[in-house]
T-cell receptor
Framework: SQQGEEDPQALSIQEGENATMNCSYK?????LQWYRQNSGRGLVHLIL?????REKHSGRLRVTLDTSKKSSSLLITASRAADTASYFC????????????FGQGTRLTINP | EPEVTQTPSHQVTQMGQEVILRCVPI?????FYWYRQILGQKVEFLVS????????KSEIFDDQFSVERPDGSNFTLKIRSTKLEDSAMYFC????????????FGPGTRLTVL
């Protein structure tokens, strides 16, 4: 079984529209983080939400966390061409593990 | 914002050669990590390091891999005898703590094994 699975795998929308990406996970977590990666480049940290938080905002980003459903969503409002990238969620387990477990990612394309 | 740096940005090597990837974590961080990402795939954990020893490693991190903090600033990943399947982007990361933390990632080293 995989921890941190995003859907959809790919999303293509028009500039100005909102983009929603989802992440599901299987074990209890301390935090869930979202990262952006432009093609072939490094990981840019977007937002961290703790297990006792339900929603967090940062600029045009809104992240929700539902620990009962073991799922999170990332909403990007008023999308721009520069938002074109892959988006990954990453979780760290509540007990013991020191690593982040990444999902497969959602490839977001913003069409001008 | 503080940054993790990595060198080189791109390394090309022949199969069977040894490579050392270098990282400078953020100065007051205590926990260090290596991850890798094979092209088109997800980011995978390799190893975590704390207090001058490995604290956790994945099954990918076999005897061909080793890590070291040779001085107060550098953190290195060595691959002793590279294989074609080691071709990937390697990311270093560091964090202040291990619980409830944000990991800061470096820009990555793209390793190409020919």
């Amino acid at each position: 079984s995989q921890q941190g699975e995003e859907d959809p795998q790919a999303l293509s929308i028009q500039e100005g529209e909102n983009a929603t990406m989802n992440c599901s996970y299987k074990t209890s977590i301390n935090n869930l983080q979202w990262y952006r990666q432009n093609s072939g480049r490094g990981l840019v940290h977007l937002i961290l939400i703790r297990s006792n938080e339900r929603e967090k905002h940062s600029g045009r980003l809104r992240v929700t966390l539902d620990t009962s459903k073991k799922s999170s969503s990332l909403l990007i409002t008023a999308s721009r061409a520069a938002d074109t990238a892959s988006y990954f969620c990453a979780t760290d387990a509540a007990i013991g593990a020191q690593k982040l477990v990444f999902g497969q990612g959602t490839r977001l394309t913003i069409n001008p | 914002e503080p940054e993790v740096t990595q060198t080189p940005s791109h390394q090309v090597t022949q199969m069977g050669q040894e490579v050392i990837l270098r990282c400078v974590p953020i100065s007051n961080h205590l926990y260090f990590y290596w991850y890798r990402q094979i092209l088109g795939q997800k980011v995978e954990f390799l190893v975590s390091f704390y207090n001058n020893e490995i604290s956790e490693k994945s099954e990918i991190f076999d005897d061909q891999f080793s890590v070291e903090r040779p001085d107060g600033s550098n953190f290195t990943l060595k691959i002793r005898s590279t294989k074609l399947e080691d071709s990937a982007m390697y990311f270093c990361a560091s964090s202040e703590t291990t619980s409830g933390r944000r990991e800061y990632f470096g820009p990555g080293t793209r390793l190409t094994v020919l």
